[in-house]
């Protein structure tokens, strides 16, 4: 087993001789536990509306979601199946021998579409915070260091300019902050046509 720390979660990743896991454990306090819970169900409908993302495994409980408490810290802990494949700097930058990269991104973008057209189906059970809940002019106000008064004097208007945009289902909704590079894999899968091909996957 290794651990690994992110900005906002520790990943504890475990290989055996069952499929590997990835143990996800968030212990700050800039989200709560129907935001966590809103996050994990969210990648359960996708993951089984075919969506290329690791699934959620159900803890003994059958809870997508646990809470443990310690020295009155609270920690949210949740477990996903580890995604084959390796990223993309694990293979020094390399798609597959003879092919050129654009096909790689080519096929990162089919990925992506795909999980925002399955993302205007779907409705949450635990509803996360809109993105205006949390970047409204007081919170930008706290985040931004009155050095920079000039931005702080922009970012009113930019927010009432955003609030202001169409927000048709077509357009807006879900979508996948972090999508790049070192968040994904890529794999071998045998098509119909017994072609090898790549099919990338969010981890």
Do not use: W
Request: hydrophobic share 30%; charged share 30%.
């Amino acid at each position: 087993m290794r651990s690994l720390f992110t900005s906002t979660n520790i990943r504890v990743v475990r290989v055996g001789r069952l499929s590997a896991k990835i143990l996800r454990i968030a212990f700050l306090n800039d989200r709560r536990r129907e935001d966590l819970l809103g996050e994990v169900e969210y990648i359960q409908y996708l993951f089984k509306h075919g969506g290329s993302v690791s699934n959620v495994v159900s803890s003994r409980k059958g809870n997508l979601l646990e809470e443990i408490t310690h020295s009155n810290h609270t920690f949210f802990v949740c477990l996903f199946e580890k995604a084959k494949g390796k990223m993309l700097v694990e293979n020094h930058y390399q798609y597959r021998e003879g092919v050129p990269i654009t096909e790689y991104y080519y096929n990162c973008g089919k990925v992506l579409g795909k999980l925002h057209q399955l993302s205007k189906g779907y409705a949450p059970v635990h509803r996360r915070y809109s993105f205006f809940d949390k970047y409204n002019v007081e919170y930008i106000d706290k985040l931004i260091p009155d050095t920079l008064s000039l931005l702080k004097e922009k970012m009113p208007g930019l927010l009432k300019t955003l609030e202001g945009l169409d927000k048709n289902p077509e357009s807006f909704g879900m979508v996948h902050f972090d999508y790049n590079d070192g968040n994904g894999k890529y794999c071998r899968c045998i098509r119909s046509n017994a072609e090898q091909r790549r099919r990338d996957e969010v981890r």
